[in-house]
């Protein structure tokens, strides 16, 4: 299947150009909740009794991160808490989505395994280089977890109800791309195959959730990253929302919350985002510091039947829909290839993973790069049990083509910025020391 997306094109001083993607602003999840940064070692029961003193109303209390969410009956309250000595800062709870690619059943098999173009290009899996022994939480719409396909471990969490089973698809299909199971004879090879899946559901069955229950889920990865076995080494958040003034703050939640997971070794991987008109420093939590934040781009050549354009569209060139930007720290495969029509029009034919419900499914989109990199960054613990967070994200800039690619993309919409950060790269057997001064 070969449609993911599909944009009509028309050339513009020789390039390809699309339709302008303007992004919305973070609307609030309700205008009256707020999260409450405290000072770090604040007890829950000081939390509780700040937020009642204020004439807020306690919506949850974090356990390892020093965060409330509270509802406040107007500004008298938020101003309460902002004189507390112990609060650090007081910010909306701000809607966030996944950044969806649209999916077609099939391209796959259930009785046939193959190794998606994405994994080839970053580099298939070995023995020894294959994710064992390490655990990856995934923070989206849920997993599947009796996909034949798909390794997930019972300790989970969800902000929504009691299950974290998938209500979407996302969720699963990025599961899949890190760790599909291999040597099954079933579905697809994920970049780290015996990684163990950790299910962190923080958004809805319609993709949505806010940044209340993206922290429950962070919050919870704290928790029981050394309690559970394999141990959690690995974040993925193929998520996000328009960055707004307050997150610029060190004592923003999120912000404090993935300094929290990159001080307790654990690697942070985003999804930079799909609008080519803006650059990552708008959006997070891709920009937060210590994420590698991942772009998008093919994995193959492409087909042109365009008479306007010349050649095909290469592998390793800038998907036309990504998000770039000085915070990306490397590119990953988001989709196969670009192939553009007889009448110029651009089709992406997305990545190849695991489908909720069972059986495989094409997604496009940034979402689908990130996890590749998940899966390397697995794969480095795998090879080097002591590494840092740091360290990983060296090897992972260290080892992608810098300098060489991405190549520009043929279309006028994307925002190049003058870097090549290159294609991330699975490791070998040896991992030599990279210093990430």
């Known amino acids: 299947m070969r449609n993911e997306r599909t944009i009509r094109v028309s050339i513009?001083?020789?390039?390809?150009?699309?339709?302008?993607?303007?992004?919305?602003?973070?609307?609030?999840?309700?205008?009256?909740?707020?999260?409450?940064?405290?000072?770090?070692?604040?007890?829950?029961?000081?939390?509780?009794?700040?937020?009642?003193?204020?004439?807020?109303?306690?919506?949850?209390?974090?356990n390892r991160l020093s965060v409330a969410s509270v509802d406040v009956p107007g500004a008298a309250a938020v101003a309460a808490l902002r004189r507390d000595p112990a609060v650090l800062s007081v910010i909306p709870n701000r809607r966030i989505t996944a950044f969806q690619g649209k999916g077609k059943p099939g391209g796959g098999s259930t009785s046939t395994e193959q190794i998606p173009e994405g994994v080839k290009r970053v580099g298939a899996p070995i023995a020894g280089s294959d994710g064992?022994?390490?655990?990856?939480?995934?923070?989206?719409?849920?997993?599947?977890?009796?996909?034949?396909?798909?390794?997930?471990?019972?300790?989970?969490?969800?902000?929504?109800?009691?299950?974290?089973e998938d209500e979407n698809g996302h969720g699963t299909h990025v599961a899949g791309t890190v760790a599909a199971r291999q040597g099954n004879n079933v579905g697809v090879v994920g970049v780290a195959p015996l990684a163990r899946l950790y299910c962190v559901r923080v958004l809805d069955g319609s993709g949505s959730g806010t940044d209340e229950t993206l922290l429950a889920g962070l919050d919870w990865v704290l928790a029981q990253a050394d309690a559970v076995s394999p141990a959690i080494k690995v974040v993925n958040m193929s998520l996000g929302r328009p960055r707004e003034v307050e997150d610029?703050?060190?004592?923003?939640?999120?912000?404090?919350?993935?300094?929290?997971?990159?001080?307790?070794?654990?690697?942070?991987?985003?999804?930079a985002g799909n609008d080519p008109l803006i650059d990552v420093a708008t959006q997070v939590p891709g920009s937060h510091p210590g994420v590698i934040s991942v772009a998008s781009t093919t994995a193959k050549d492409g087909t042109n039947q365009c008479r306007l354009l010349s050649g095909a569209i290469r592998a390793d060139t800038a998907s036309y829909?990504?998000?770039?930007?000085?915070?990306?720290?490397?590119?990953?495969p988001g989709e196969d290839q670009e192939d553009v029509s007889r009448g110029c029009l651009i089709s992406s034919v997305g990545i190849?993973?695991?489908?909720?419900?069972?059986?495989?499914?094409?997604?496009?989109?940034?979402?689908?790069?990130?996890?590749?990199?998940?899966?390397?960054?697995?794969?480095?613990?795998q090879v080097t049990p002591s590494i840092t967070p740091a360290e990983?994200?060296?090897?992972?800039?260290?080892?992608?083509?810098?300098?060489?690619?991405?190549?520009?993309?043929?279309?006028?919409s994307y925002s190049f910025d003058g870097v090549r950060e290159g294609i991330a790269q699975a490791p070998s057997l040896s991992s030599p020391s990279c210093s990430a001064d």
């Open 12 to 62: 513009i001083t020789g390039m390809l150009a699309i339709a302008p993607v303007f992004a919305a602003r973070a609307a609030a999840q309700g205008p009256n909740e707020y999260l409450v940064q405290f000072r770090d070692g604040t007890t829950p029961a000081t939390r509780v009794a700040a937020a009642r003193g204020a004439g807020a109303s306690v919506r949850v209390i974090y």
């Open 132 to 164: 064992q022994g390490v655990g990856v939480a995934i923070l989206d719409t849920g997993i599947d977890s009796t996909h034949p396909d798909l390794d997930v471990a019972a300790a989970s969490h969800t902000s929504y109800g009691t299950s974290c």
């Open 248 to 271: 610029n703050d060190p004592a923003n939640p999120m912000r404090v919350a993935i300094q929290a997971l990159t001080d307790a070794g654990i690697t942070v991987v985003a999804a």
């Open 321 to 332: 829909f990504t998000t770039d930007g000085a915070s990306v720290t490397v590119s990953a």
């Open 352 to 381: 190849l993973s695991t489908r909720m419900g069972g059986g495989t499914v094409r997604m496009s989109g940034t979402s689908m790069a990130a996890p590749h990199v998940a899966g390397i960054a697995a794969r480095h613990y």
């Open 392 to 412: 990983v994200e060296c090897k992972v800039v260290r080892a992608s083509r810098i300098g060489v690619a991405p190549l520009d993309s043929p279309t006028s």
